[in-house]
């Protein structure tokens, strides 16, 4: 395992007075208690999370002035109230009505006191870790971390958005009224008409400059769109898209990243993002990341903390993945949510419930490059390391550094079986160029969000700039992978040559979305026509194999909103089409999904269960299973015609189904996994049998595996079985025994299977197994049996050892 930065967020709570004796104390206990991970990195920061970016903002230049910070338990500017409640009446415990100090003694703190801190983190750091320590600052845009008479009463022009309450989060568009208070940049006071980036930027030199400062964090998608919590924005209101307003505020944002960056030239900028996609961001508020990309003006966001909040894995992964498809540099940056300094709760020990599936299933992602390369996270932070009360508990670096630790040791080095082919660059063209389809991006981006998050296992990415240079140089790694290609990212010509290049060789794939930009040449590849578009009610059947449920089904209609789902269902089939999912509306007879070219592509159209009574808020409005049909399933119901079937067994249409990933490393398939119900059962079979996970037992059938997960799985898996009779399988690591060999399995159970087995590379000369209906547990009872010679396979996926007909054990050696 080896980092490019790992950094340690933390707020200014721990430090429970202003001496120096403390500000080391906390600093040698911060560093130490990390130490066994901050050795594998070339640099560790610490993120300081002062306030709320209102402390650079206030700045003066003069030391000795104290600044508010953050020693609020709940929101710290809430919303305002009509009339206030006797302080023994239970509302008082809201804490997003009512925050309360973290210590009764607290007060502002100097500025001075800020720059020494800065100086010890430094120094004690470097001495602990021996390492490059660089100290970053945070702005937050809305009310929650600290007061700020700045944002909230002497500047309200600049909080636009009504994200928590109306005028509650500041937009990066944000234009100042003049204001004659001295500021450190602007000692003559603010001018009328001086945008925000050129205030915070120039505020922000400053404040760098003569406390310390290495870099900025922008946080909660400050600088990525309007409203940043949500699926509305400049160009979306929830009823239609606007796309004759995207020049207009894409021009804004990027003002505002011209200002700043013009006025803090050379400095490292970090980012949360929005907690959604690119292509929601791109489609809803137009946020230039073609441009801040190509331009290296950040780094990418990093993966979103609200996973632990609302446990929307698939929109964790794919807002993820849809930013890191293109780097604007070497940075791949993961977040782990360990503490939280604001609102008393510490997502490890209460919200994960030391259950590690956020660090398994995004750490379980990775990008592949133009050449073939696959790239995994190079950089670590913790939000946070200190807890509301300002504590920083031992025991969550003791428990988190050894996941961290096997997940980054076992990181993908090669595609998974599915692999996201991302039109980050088109995305940007069809909401900005000269024929615009926002609702397009959003359709098919939002869509592929809620397909990871009903179980599809998803963890390899793309760009198509990528994508095309890796099929133009005829490179063969995606060739055991099955694409999902976005039906928006074919109107490319470019990238139609690189997807047919790659079909010609026999590569599958999937096209999801709808049919509106879908070129001749795809049509004719899916058997399909384009007819007029239905929207409103509808009724859904399916061919397909599906989950099933012991109490009830899920519903079979689905009403579709034009705004949601790309403007309706238009697509119906020629004789070259096999459907295998219709949608109905009278007469009517639409195309859902269907298979094509002998099975070897497929079409899905990306519907949502939408609530049609669109509510006034800025979320998506969803239904249940049994209201509306849950078509984003789907997509991974549609697997199964290529050979991965992955289907639940499950109490009602209701329950919270699992989650999976499935990377590769070493040869071997690893599965990740996230049971938020764990009375959900999995059945699974894959192009190569049923997958046998390492010291499990499983039950297979008809070259199914029968799982019953618990809330978090991580595993390897190297032996696949194929068998129609019923009985239990058990693997079990054995150890090596004999010198010159480092891994031994034993699989028992088998009848009449076929044992496919992937061995690690650069083991040919060691590697052997022995088939023998003899019971034995330890390494020498195979010695004196013959070993049995393997046929070898060599799969697209890699080589596999076959061993047909087995009935009792084999014993893996290598």
């Known amino acids: 395992m080896h980092l490019k930065n790992i950094t340690l967020e933390l707020s200014s709570k721990p430090f429970f007075d202003d001496s120096e004796d403390t ?110 320590i660089r100290v970053g600052e945070t702005f937050d845009n809305g009310p929650e971390f600290a007061i700020s008479p700045f944002k909230y009463q002497r500047h309200r022009e600049i909080a636009l958005a009504h994200t928590a309450y109306p005028n509650s989060f500041v937009t990066c568009n944000a234009i100042l009224h003049a204001d004659p208070q001295p500021y450190a940049a602007f000692p003559q006071g603010i001018p009328e008409g001086t945008t925000l980036g050129h205030f915070l930027g120039r505020q922000f030199h400053a404040f760098a400059r003569d406390l310390g400062f290495d870099y900025i964090w922008l946080s909660n998608g400050m600088g990525f769109g309007m409203e940043t919590w ?78 632990a909040l609302n446990f929307n894995t698939g929109l964790e992964i794919a807002a993820w993945m849809s930013h890191v498809a293109e780097l604007p540099g070497d940075i791949f940056p993961f977040r782990f949510y360990t503490h939280d300094p604001w609102w008393l709760n510490s997502p490890w020990l209460d ?77 940007s063209e069809l909401v900005r160029g000269h024929d615009r389809h926002p609702d397009l ?105 599906a989950d099933t449920f012991e109490q009830g089904q899920p519903a079979r209609h689905l009403h579709v909103l034009p705004q949601f789902m790309g403007g309706g269902l238009e697509a119906t089939a020629t004789s070259a089409a096999q459907v ?65 079937r992955l289907h639940f067994q499950a109490w009602k249409p209701n ?50 595996a029968i799982w019953h997960p618990d809330k978090c799985w991580h595993a390897d898996c190297r032996c696949f079985i194929k068998q129609q009779a019923r009985t239990v399988i058990g693997c079990k690591i054995l150890w090596p025994y004999t010198p010159g060999y480092t891994g031994r399995r034993l699989y028992t159970g088998l009848k009449n299977a076929d044992v496919r087995f992937f061995p690690p590379p650069g083991f040919d000369d060691t590697f052997e197994a022995v088939v023998t209906e003899a019971h034995f547990t330890h390494p020498n009872q195979t010695i004196g049996l013959p070993a049995t010679p393997p046929v070898w396979e060599n799969t697209p996926a890699g080589p596999c050892a076959l061993y047909p007909n087995v009935t009792g054990n084999i014993a893996v050696t290598w």
């Open 655 to 704: 329950t919270i189904l699992p989650r999976i990933n499935i990377s590769r490393h070493q040869n071997a398939f690893r599965f990740a996994l996230l049971a938020r119900d764990t009375t959900a059962a999995i059945t699974i079979s894959t192009p190569y049998g049923a997958p046998i996970l390492d010291e499990m037992e499983t039950m297979v059938e008809h070259d199914a």
């Open 580 to 644: 295998c999912v219709h949608a109905r509306q009278g007469n009517l007879r639409r195309v859902v999904a269907s298979r094509s070219r002998n099975g070897q592509v497929a079409f899905l159209q990306a519907l949502l269960p939408a609530n049609p009574n669109v509510s006034p808020s800025r979320h998506f409005d969803t239904l249940p299973p049994d209201q509306s049909f849950p078509a984003p399933n789907l997509m991974r119901h549609l697997l199964a015609d290529f050979g991965w």
């Open 351 to 427: 919200r994960y419930g030391r259950q590690p599936w956020d660090i398994f299933l995004p750490l379980s992602i990775c990008r592949v490059t133009a050449d073939g390369t696959v790239q995994t996270p190079n950089s670590i932070a913790f939000l946070s390391a200190d807890d509301s009360l300002g504590r920083l508990p031992d025991q969550v670096p003791r428990e988190v550094i050894p996941h961290l630790f096997e997940a980054f040791d076992n990181a993908p080095d090669a595609p998974g079986p599915l692999v996201w082919v991302y039109p980050f660059d088109e995305y």
């Open 230 to 307: 949500g699926i509305t924005g400049s160009l979306f209101d929830k009823h239609q898209f606007y796309p004759e307003k995207a020049d207009q505020a894409t021009a804004e944002m990027l003002r505002f990243w011209h200002d700043f960056t013009a006025a803090c030239p050379g400095m490292t900028i970090e980012t949360r993002g929005s907690n959604l996609s690119a292509g929601v961001e791109i489609s809803t508020d137009a946020a230039p990341l073609r441009e801040l990309y190509a331009q290296n003006t950040i780094v990418p966001p990093v993966n979103s903390p609200w996973a």
């Open 23 to 132: 500000m080391r104390a906390v600093c040698q206990h911060l560093f130490r208690q990390w130490l066994p991970l901050l050795e594998t990195a070339d640099q560790v920061s610490v993120l300081l999370w002062l306030a709320d970016g209102s402390e650079i903002l206030e700045y003066t230049g003069d030391l000795n002035q104290t600044f508010e910070w953050a020693y609020w338990i709940g929101l710290a500017n809430p919303a305002p109230r009509d009339h206030d409640l006797p302080l023994n009446h239970r509302a008082h415990r809201n804490i997003h009505l009512y925050p309360q100090k973290y210590r009764p003694d607290v007060t502002p703190r100097t500025y001075g006191w800020l720059k020494r801190l800065t100086a010890v983190i430094r120094e004690t750091g470097k001495s602990i870790t021996g390492k490059p």
């Open 441 to 545: 991006v959003f359709n098919e981006d939002f869509f592929l969000g809620e397909t990871i998050q009903c179980g599809t296992p998803l963890n390899t990415v793309i760009s198509t700039g990528n994508f095309r240079r890796l099929a133009a140089s005829g490179n063969t790694c995606l060739d055991a992978s099955i694409l999902i290609i976005p039906i928006t990212a074919t109107a490319n010509p470019a990238n139609w040559v690189a997807i047919t290049t790659l079909l010609d060789r026999g590569v599958k794939a999937i096209f999801y979305g709808t049919l509106r930009l879908a070129p001749p040449e795809l049509l004719a590849l899916l058997g399909l026509r384009r007819a007029r578009a239905i929207t409103g009610p509808v009724t859904i059947t399916s061919s397909l194999p």
